[in-house]
C-alpha cells in the first residue's frame, strides 16, 4: 500500500520477466518483456477455462526457465469482472499480480506506432510497458471471513436496488389505478395498507367489499385497533377516484406479482442482514465500531467490505485515499486551482462515508458540534458539503483507530478536539 514510484520501478529488476495480459471474457492475450522492454517470446493466447489457465502457466514458467528469470510479474487491465478467476489463479500460484489504470492504457498506446488503434495484440505490450515504468497498483484480494463480507455486501446492494425497482413499480400502479390511496394511507408499506392492496386493491373492489368488511379484514393482521374512520375515508376515495377503469383484472395480477416479489426482497435481506451480522461480529474491532452514535451494524460491515483487513494499512490516510477523498489541485505558475477531492478509488466505500455522515451530524453530538464549528468558523467558514467531506476523513481516522487498537469510541476525545480547535481560533 505504500510503495513509491522508484520501489516499483526498482523492483523490476533483471531477472524480472514482465508479462502483460489483455482480458477478455473468452479468450485472454499475453505477451512477455524483461525489464528493458525488449519482448521474449510470441504472443501468447489461452482461454478463460481450467485448461487455458494450464498452459498460460506453462508457458509462463517455461519462458523464466529458458531467458534466467526467477521474479515474475503480471500485470494486467481490470476489465469488468473477467480478471477475477484469472487473479485468484495467480494468487494461489504466488506469482505478483499488479494492475494498471485503463485511463493509463488508452493514453499510453499510441507511443510505439503513432496510431489509436487498440486491439489484443497491442494492449498487452501497453499493459507491460506500463509496469516497467511502475505505473501499476497491486489489487487486494480480500480472503477468509473479509472475502464472504464483501460477496455479502455486494448481495445486500443488488437486493436493494430490486427492493427499490419493485417499490418504484408499486408506486407508478396505483398512481395508474387508484392515486386518491395515498390521501388515506401515507406509506403504502404499513400493514393495513399492504393487506389492502392483497385483497381489495382498485376502487372498484374497495366499494364492493364495504367498510365493515375492510375493518374486519385489517383487525385479522392489525393487532393495534383500526378504527371504521379510516376505513370510511377509503370508501370515499374510491368513489371519487380518477383511476384506470380498464384492464383491471391483469392489473391486479400485474400487482400482485410485485407484491409477491416485494414480500421476496423483504424477507432475503432480513435473512441476509442476520448473516452479515454474524459474520461482521467476528472481526476484530467490529463491536467497538458500533458504539458510535449513529454507526450500525451495516455501516460498520460496509466499511469493513470496503476496506478489508485494516492491518494492512499503516495509516489511515491511505484508507482516505481509497475512498476518493484525497485532496486535489491544479496549479501552475501563478494560478492556483480550486481544490477538490480525487474521487478515485472505492467509490462504494466514499457512498457510505457520506451516507453515515447525514445522520451523524444530525444525532451524534460531537460530530454536530464538529460541523457546526467548520461551517461557522472565523477563518476560512466551509461550506456544508466541505465539511462533511472533512468529518468523512475525520470518521476514517476514529474507525482506523478503534479497530487497530479494539478500543470503545470516546466522545469525550472528540469533545476536546473542539475545544482545542475553539481555543486555536480565539488566539
Known amino acids: 500500500m505504500n510503495y513509491t514510484q522508484n520501489e516499483k520501478i526498482m523492483s523490476i529488476t533483471e531477472r524480472t520477466l514482465v508479462i502483460g495480459i489483455d482480458i477478455a471474457k473468452s479468450v485472454q492475450y499475453a505477451r512477455a ?6 519482448e521474449l517470446g510470441k504472443v501468447r493466447s489461452f482461454e478463460n477455462t481450467a485448461e487455458g489457465f494450464r498452459i498460460f ?3 509462463v514458467k517455461s519462458l523464466a526457465n529458458q531467458k534466467q528469470k526467477n521474479n515474475i510479474v503480471v500485470g494486467m487491465e481490470p476489465t469488468g469482472h473477467y480478471w477475477f478467476n484469472l487473479g ?3 494468487k494461489d ?4 499480480l499488479v494492475l494498471v489504470n485503463p485511463f493509463h492504457v488508452k493514453r499510453s498506446k499510441e507511443l510505439d506506432d503513432n496510431s489509436q488503434t487498440k486491439n489484443d495484440i497491442k494492449d498487452p505490450k501497453t499493459i507491460a510497458k506500463l509496469v516497467i515504468d511502475g505505473r501499476y497498483f497491486e489489487p ?3 480472503e477468509g471471513i473479509y472475502s464472504e463480507l464483501r460477496v455479502a455486501m455486494d448481495m445486500r446492494e443488488g437486493l436493494g436496488k430490486n ?3 419493485i417499490k418504484n413499480k408499486v408506486t407508478q ?3 395508474k389505478y387508484f392515486p386518491e390511496f395515498n390521501d388515506v394511507f401515507a406509506d403504502w408499506e404499513g400493514k393495513a395498507a399492504l393487506i389492502t392492496l392483497n385483497e381489495f386493491p382498485t376502487p372498484k373492489k374497495v366499494l364492493s367489499t364495504g367498510v365493515q368488511q375492510i375493518v374486519v379484514a385489517w383487525r385479522k393482521e392489525v393487532k393495534r385497533a383500526v378504527g371504521n374512520q379510516r376505513a370510511v375515508r377509503l370508501v370515499e376515495a374510491a368513489k371519487i377516484s380518477i383511476g384506470i377503469k380498464d384492464g383491471l383484472r391483469m392489473a391486479e395480477k400485474e400487482l400482485i406479482v410485485n407484491l409477491q416479489q416485494y414480500n421476496l426482497f423483504i424477507s432475503q435481506l432480513e435473512q441476509l442482514d442476520l448473516e452479515i451480522e454474524e459474520l461482521t461480529l467476528q472481526i476484530p474491532g467490529a463491536k467497538e465500531v458500533i458504539t458510535i452514535k449513529g454507526v450500525g451494524i451495516i455501516t460498520a460491515a460496509g466499511f469493513i467490505a470496503e476496506v478489508g483487513d485494516i492491518k494492512r494499512f499503516t495509516h489511515p490516510n491511505q484508507i482516505q485515499k481509497l475512498a476518493g477523498l484525497n485532496l486535489i489541485e491544479n496549479s501552475s505558475g501563478k494560478h492556483k486551482g480550486k481544490t477538490s477531492i480525487s474521487k478515485r ?3 462504494r466505500l466514499r457512498a457510505l462515508l457520506f451516507k453515515v455522515m447525514m445522520p451523524l451530524v444530525a444525532k451524534n453530538p460531537e460530530f454536530k458540534m464538529l460541523h457546526e464549528h467548520y461551517k461557522n468558523r472565523k477563518d476560512n467558514p466551509l461550506q456544508k458539503k466541505q465539511s462533511l467531506i472533512l468529518l468523512c476523513c475525520k470518521l476514517i481516522r476514529i474507525l482506523y483507530t478503534i479497530m487497530i487498537k479494539q478500543v470503545e469510541y470516546n466522545p469525550q476525545k472528540l469533545i476536546k478536539d473542539i475545544s482545542y480547535l475553539q481555543l486555536k481560533e480565539a488566539v
Not at 93 to 96: A, C, D, E, Q, S
Open 33 to 38: 518483456f524483461d525489464y528493458r522492454g525488449i
Open 57 to 59: 502457466e506453462d508457458w
Open 88 to 90: 485468484h489463479f495467480l
Open 93 to 96: 500460484l504466488g506469482v505478483k
Open 140 to 142: 487486494y484480494i480480500p
Open 163 to 165: 427492493l427499490n425497482k
Open 173 to 175: 400502479w396505483l398512481d
Open 345 to 347: 478509488g472505492r467509490s
